[in-house]
Structure formats: C-alpha cells, structure tokens
C-alpha cells in the first residue's frame, strides 16, 4: 500500500459521495454490505490492473480500449503510446471513464479527467521521478524509451464506486 492516511481519508469521502449521488437503482446493488471502504481497495488494487478505458473523438463518439492501470495513492494512472488514438482523444478531450472488473468478484467504475505525467514539452509532473521509478520497476527499464516512446495519465475521479460480491472472500486473497 502507498496511500498515506491523508490520501485513504479522501479516497473514502470520494467512494461516500459518490455512492449517495448514485440512482437508487445502483444503490440497490452497491450498499454498505457489497462494496469495499478505501483501506480495502488498496489492498485489493496491488500491481497492475486491466482497465476498459473510455475515451471521447472529436465527434463526439465513444472510443474504449484496455490499458495498464496501476492504483497509486488513492488514483488510477495508465500510459500508453504517444501517438495512440487514445493519447490524442486525451489531449483534447480529458474526460474519461475506467472499469476494472474481476468477473462478478468486483468492479471498480470511475469518471473523472486525466492529467499527463510527463509530457514531452514542458515540465513533468512533481511525482513523476517516483511514478518512473515505480514503472521501470514494473515493466524494466529497457522495455521503452520512456521519454519519447509513452505518455502516463492519472485520473483524477470526481466519482468512483466499488463493487464486491463476497469482502470476505476478496479481501481474504488480497496482499496485506
């Protein structure tokens, strides 16, 4: 877990309001006994996660893809290729929307705008030398020319919700 107490804190009052602005349809499936409180989503969003990633063409139409997500601080954060569809779609248009399922174990819905990490002109994100390290971590230092071959976003959600058909089950497998 990277989260600080001050990142948990804010992940949990993000899951709460957006549970109460839900439709009462949705309420009905994820309530207090099917979700997860934000120290247990960190512990269940470790490594990488594959998300269904939603972006927006200029003319307004829907385009989704997969992505490598990481939850990182209480955030999802993804790359991609610079000259992606997506990475264009995202310089436009900063609107996304992201799910992680695991079958009918759990969903993880968020919408919410992205930021880039490191663009290839102008200054990077002041995280980025911790994100890069933790990447290369992840996929090897040599597996891009991290500067010029991707792009790394982090979402920022104003709505997230979390669902879980069995926490016992889910959070029993989880590393702590």
Known sequence: ???????????????????????????????????????????????????????????????????????????????????AAKARHLAARSAVSAAHMRGEDLGVFTHGTVEILNPQEGESAADWPDLLAYFKNCYGDDFFDWDNDVVYYRLRPHWMTVYASDIAKLTATSPS
């Open 1 to 83: 877990m990277r989260e600080t107490s001050e990142d948990l804190k804010e992940l949990q009052a993000l899951l709460d309001a957006s549970l109460s602005r839900s439709t009462s349809h949705l309420r009905s499936i994820i309530n207090t006994a099917s979700t997860l409180t934000a120290e247990q989503l960190t512990h269940v969003l470790t490594g990488m996660c594959t998300l269904a990633l939603s972006t927006v063409t200029a003319k307004g139409e829907p385009r989704i893809s997969g992505v490598d997500g990481h939850f990182l601080r209480g955030k999802w954060h993804f790359g991609t290729a610079r000259g």
